[in-house]
């Protein structure tokens, strides 16, 4: 079965600062997300990683893809407040059925802090 | 383009109950998947519809099940409630089960169970 971990789990850090999320996923699969997740909403699908050595970046977050070691990062550059927010990496697994499931990790809180 | 709707947004429910949620896809996609979000973790696939069927299913007892009707449109049930159903249950709509491609899932807003 799939397994996805991220680390930290949690994460406090000034605005400005830079800092990584870590994704790794114990299977094979071609593609990864990264979704953001405010308090009591849904989730914001942010990247989605199709290939080896793929690589997104959209204003100050940067995800990039390694299958062959099975990880995954989400850099944050300069962090601001409103980066405030849970960060989900999810793994495309294909079922015995023919489904295809995500599996998550279990989330990082980011709290940025003035 | 209309995005993935879910409703209700809230429910409160007593242990023993059933409940029906209900979720439609997005324009133009035919597949809808279920997960159960607990306060402070992951989504966890529930089940997926294609076709008016089942095509998938994790690690849920059968008091979980669902239909998907001939506008893709799809509901959860859940009988016997527990305590520990209480989640955030997320709907997905997709272009077929395979998300190959530049085909993904997209999430809907969520209904948020409470079971006292």
């Known amino acids: 079965e799939l397994k996805v971990e991220q680390n930290p789990l949690f994460l406090s850090m000034q605005e400005g600062k830079n800092y990584t999320i870590y994704c790794n996923y114990s299977?094979?699969?071609?593609?990864l997300y990264w979704y953001r997740q405010d308090p009591g909403k849904s989730l914001e699908s942010l990247f989605v990683?199709?290939?080896?050595?793929a690589v997104k970046q959209e204003g100050r977050l940067m995800a990039s893809l390694d299958t062959k070691a099975r990880l995954s990062t989400l850099h944050i550059t300069a962090a601001v407040h409103d980066l405030s927010a849970t960060y989900f990496c999810?793994?495309?697994?294909?079922?015995?059925?023919?489904?295809?499931?995500?599996?998550f990790g279990k989330g990082t809180k980011l709290t940025v802090n003035p | 383009e209309t995005g993935v709707t879910q409703s209700p947004t809230h429910l409160i429910k007593t242990r023993g109950q059933q409940v029906t949620l209900r979720c439609s896809s997005q324009?133009?996609?035919?597949?809808v998947s279920w997960y159960q979000q607990a306060l402070g973790q992951g989504p966890q696939f529930i089940f997926q519809y294609y076709r008016e069927e089942e095509n998938g299913r994790g690690n849920f007892p059968p008091r979980f099940s669902g239909l998907q009707f001939p506008n893709y449109s799809s509901e959860l049930n859940v009988n016997a409630l527990e305590l520990d159903d209480s989640a955030l249950y997320l709907c997905?709509?997709?272009?077929?089960?395979?998300?190959?491609?530049?085909?993904?899932?997209?999430f809907g807003p969520g209904t948020r169970l409470t079971v006292l």
């Open positions: 299977t094979t699969s071609d593609r």
């Open positions: 324009s133009g996609h035919n597949t």
């Open positions: 997905a709509s997709s272009f077929g089960p395979y998300t190959g491609g530049d085909n993904e899932q997209f």
């Open positions: 990683l199709l290939s080896n050595g």
């Open positions: 999810a793994v495309d697994f294909q079922t015995q059925g023919g489904s295809e499931k995500l599996v």
